[in-house]
C-alpha cells in the first residue's frame, strides 16, 4: 500500500525559508508512471497547487509562487522536497504531498491530472 | 489564474442525492475532461473520489458519480450516508499544463 508522509517544522519565521520532506513508502519514486506534487490549504481557504516534480528532476511549479519555490527529489531515499523562500503569514498552510500519475486513461502522457495518493498534511505557520 | 467556483456548502437528508458544482472557464474544465474530485474528512489525508470527469478509482462506492457540461463540472453523491459528511474540491488540468482547485464545499448530512 503506497504511503505518503510529510515532514517539516511546523514554525517558520517571517523572511525564513520553509523546508518540507515527503517520503514514500510502499512504492518507488522513481517508477516512470508517475510525477510528484505538493499542494498546500491556508486556513479557511481551499486547496492550492504548489508544484510538481519527477524522477529525474524536472519541475513544474505554481506561476504565483515560482519565484520562491524550489522541489527536489532523492531516489536514494525514496524522498521529494518542497523549499519555499521569503515566507509570510500568507504561506500559513496545511501542506500535503501527493502523487500524480503519468498518462491519463487514453494512454497520452500528460502533467498535472490528478492527485491519486496523498499524504496526511502537515501544518507550517508562519509567524515571529 | 482564478480557482474553480464551488457552493460554500451543500446538504441533506441521508437515502438523498445532492449535486455539488464546480465552475471554471473554457481554458480549464471547459477545455478538458480532465476534472477530478476530493474527498476530506478533517485531519485525514484527501482521497481521490473521481478523475478524467466521470471515472471512479478502484475501491471507491458507485454513489459517487460526475459529469460535465460546457465550463460547469457536477458531482453527484446518491444514497447520501452520515459518512459521506466531509469537505469536497474540484480541481481541473488547465491549457498552461498547471492544475486549479475550487474552493471546496462542505456537505452536511442533516
Known amino acids: 500500500q503506497l504511503q505518503l508522509q510529510e515532514s517539516g517544522p511546523g514554525l517558520v519565521k517571517p523572511s525564513e525559508t520553509l523546508s518540507l520532506t515527503c517520503t514514500v513508502t510502499?512504492?518507488?519514486?522513481?517508477?516512470?508512471?508517475?510525477?510528484w506534487g505538493w499542494i498546500r490549504q491556508p486556513p479557511g481557504k481551499g486547496l492550492e497547487w504548489t508544484g510538481t516534480i519527477y524522477f529525474s528532476g524536472t519541475t513544474y511549479y505554481n506561476p504565483s509562487l515560482k519565484s520562491r519555490v524550489t522541489m527536489s527529489v532523492d531516489t536514494s531515499k525514496n524522498q521529494f522536497s518542497l523549499k519555499v523562500t521569503s515566507v509570510t503569514a500568507a504561506d500559513t498552510a496545511v501542506y500535503y504531498c501527493a502523487r500524480l500519475p503519468y498518462w491519463d486513461r487514453s494512454g497520452r502522457p500528460r502533467r498535472n491530472l490528478h492527485f491519486d495518493y496523498w499524504g496526511q498534511g502537515v501544518s507550517v505557520t508562519v509567524s515571529s | 489564474q482564478s480557482a474553480l467556483t464551488q457552493p460554500a456548502s451543500v446538504s441533506g437528508s441521508p437515502g438523498q442525492s445532492i449535486t455539488i458544482s464546480c465552475t471554471g472557464t473554457s481554458t480549464d474544465i471547459g477545455g478538458y475532461n480532465y476534472v477530478s474530485w476530493y474527498q476530506h474528512h478533517p485531519g485525514k489525508a484527501p482521497k481521490l473520489i473521481i478523475y478524467?470527469?466521470?471515472y471512479r478509482p478502484s475501491g471507491v462506492s458507485n454513489r459517487f458519480s460526475g459529469s460535465k457540461s460546457g465550463n460547469t463540472a457536477s458531482l453527484i453523491i446518491s444514497g447520501l450516508q452520515a459518512e459521506d459528511e466531509a469537505d469536497y474540491s474540484c480541481s481541473s488540468y488547465t491549457g498552461s499544463s498547471t492544475v486549479i482547485f475550487g474552493g471546496g464545499t462542505k456537505v452536511t448530512v442533516l
Open positions: 510502499g512504492g518507488s519514486i522513481s517508477n516512470s508512471g508517475f510525477y
Open positions: 478524467e470527469v466521470s
